[in-house]
């Protein structure tokens, strides 16, 4: 589905870097996630957003922060890269009715 | 706390063959169950929800309250259902989504 995006499609870094992740959708929704998929260990909860001024916390959201700068961006920042934060992650939005999923086409971060 | 168990890391078939992906759930409360595909190279997608008691590429699923289940069937896979599958839960009202780790279903020739 398009009308998520994700930028960069994949980064490779070092220890110890600054790194952001962007997303932007066009879907007009106000609820926003990020999530990291580990193969065997599925999808899981970063950060979520319910709309611009709501941020709230996922499972696993220690090394991780996040900006929502618009309805339309949310943003994920690793403050100091590990190597243990390699993985797939994935913005999604979901809609105000049904409460279906919409995910971005991820990022694949590798931390060196 | 919600909770969601996908048994089976890996399902392999054979084309023609009856399929049935596990998913067990744990939640308290009124939930709201979904089932998400991957395929390869491919983001992640709604395959069907519920609510909607609907078949969707001839794939069905049920949710059994009683036995807290929501299990994915197709009576007949195809190889073009090789993907990774995802059971998901929401509490109704709570827009918090709580994922399975996934099944990879894989339907040989």
């Known amino acids: 589905d398009a009308d998520v995006t994700q930028t960069p499609r994949n980064r490779i870094t070092k220890t110890g870097k600054r790194i952001m992740l962007e997303c932007s959708q066009t879907?007009?929704?106000?609820?926003m996630y990020w999530y990291r998929q580990d193969p065997g260990l599925g999808l899981r909860l970063i950060y979520y957003?319910?709309?611009?001024?709501?941020?709230n916390k996922g499972e696993i959201s220690d090394g991780y922060s996040v900006s929502r700068q618009a309805q339309a961006k949310f943003s994920l920042s690793l403050e100091s890269a590990i190597p243990n934060q390699t993985a797939l992650y994935f913005c999604?939005?979901?809609?105000?009715?049904?409460?279906?999923?919409?995910f971005g086409p991820g990022t694949r971060l590798t931390v060196l | 706390a919600q909770r969601v168990t996908q048994p089976e890391k890996l399902l392999s078939v054979f084309k023609g063959a009856p399929v049935e992906l596990k998913c067990n759930y744990s939640?308290?409360?009124?939930?709201?169950l979904f089932w998400y595909v991957q395929y390869s190279r491919q983001r992640l997608q709604l395959l069907l929800r519920?609510?909607s008691r609907e078949s969707i590429k001839g794939f069905t699923a049920d949710l059994n309250k009683g036995e807290t289940s929501f299990h994915l069937k197709k009576p007949f896979a195809q190889e073009e259902d090789s993907a990774m599958y995802y059971c998901?839960?929401?509490?109704?009202?709570?827009?918090?989504?709580?994922f399975g780790r996934g099944t990879s279903l894989i339907v040989h020739p």
């Open positions: 999604a939005t979901s809609d105000p009715f049904f409460d279906t999923q919409y």
């Open positions: 879907k007009g929704h106000d609820r």
């Open positions: 957003s319910f709309d611009v001024k709501d941020i």
């Open positions: 939640y308290s409360g009124s939930p709201e």
């Open positions: 519920h609510i």
């Open positions: 998901a839960l929401s509490g109704r009202g709570s827009y918090i989504p709580t």
